[in-house]
């Protein structure tokens, strides 16, 4: 037995100690406000930073150790690659993609100060790249963080994002691994060369510090895209949706799909798409990060879930049963917050506990808070505001406070539109992909 296959086997006993309930992280923590990309026209639903949720340890690969020699070869290459396959447990995109030797390790570091950044590897494809890196502090520290990242081509060229999502942005311990994802809006299939800007800060010694990093490096892409075209008409209680195509990325699958043009209500999510392959394998949500993106201003949105590019079925169908939809007066509530009141609400659902210029609190009654969000901001001229920070208090039986602080102080009452709604349409849908 070499090295590394003690090494995986002594990490799965230890992961094998630890017991983790089985509880949905995501009730609680939910953010409400997305801002993915700072595009007023688009929504952009359940952006997975900051997510405060400790993982304290997990079985590798759903308890086997399951180790291809490129996957081997590749993670003994990487300081810390025990809490890469942490991050990565559960998302079966990043997995088959680390297995079938789509993970690149690059080990670069860029100094500054009293405070180091270093990219440890990245996994990419046509429209995304997910990095693996490492904030380290010389001396006593607390919250440490890092900023948005700026990606261009290493020449330059602006890759404009499409959103950005960390499985955490605050750093708790040096050397700690953490991951961000970049899903850029245009196509980077032919880019090899990055160069990614970025800041860190953290209160070092007593003293707050701040540095921007700049580091080079290159990633080759040899995995395209598949792309299945449908046309797909549905009905579901009377509403009709036309599933346009699926698009398998190695990252993560892409499901577009638009509203009837005659439909009454006004299309939110899907609750419950998946991949189902031939011999009963499912490839379902994404835990953490966008879930979907676009919405009623262009006529369609894009849904994201995990993708089975690496691991493709003969046969498999496009599945789902659940449609949140929206009536045109139940998908926005107004309010003043000079008056401090609420203007408009569908029906009794929330009070407003805080307001001023720049600030409000909302708390949700508990027969929505756990199937209402945010997607917008808007003043009463229509101009979209964007959230510099936000904190929920949720639980799985309760209420929800939502206290949202705002990048400027605004006159007049303000519009916030829903991202999600507790209206369900239902129905078992079933689509070949051939």
Known sequence: MSKLDRELNEWKKMYDQVHMENEQLDNAVELGFHQASKQPARRYRKVGWPVFAAIAALMLFFGGVRVSPAFAEKVSQVPGMDRIVQLIHGDKSKQAAMDADHFQPLDITDKKGDLTFSVEGVIRD??????????????????????TPNLTTGGGEELPPKSVSYNSKEINENRDVQMMEVYTQEKMSDIQDFHLSISGSGVIDGS??????????????????????????????????????VTIHPLRTAIKVREHPDNETELLSIEDLELKGENGEVWAGINNGVTASGGPDNDALTFYIQSNYFDQPETFKLTFSKVMVVDPENEY???????????YQPGDIAELREAS??????????????????????DEKGNTLYPSSQQVESVMEGPKKVHTFLDEDVQGPIRIDFSSYPHWLEKKIEIPLE
């Open 333 to 343: 509530m107004k309010i003043d917050l000079k008056s401090e009141e609420i203007l």
């Open 126 to 147: 046509d429209y995304g790249i997910v990095i693996f890196y490492t904030l380290e502090a010389a001396g006593e520290h607390r919250n440490l963080k890092l900023g």
């Open 357 to 378: 210029p720049s600030a409000f609190e909302i708390e949700f009654h508990e027969e929505v808070s756990q199937s209402i969000g945010f997607s917008s901001v808007k």
């Open 208 to 245: 707050f510090i701040k540095e921007n990093f700049d580091v080079s490096f290159t990633a080759e892409n040899d995995a395209r895209s598949k792309v299945y075209d449908l046309e797909e008409t549905v009905s579901m209680e009377g509403e009709q949706f036309i599933v346009e195509n």
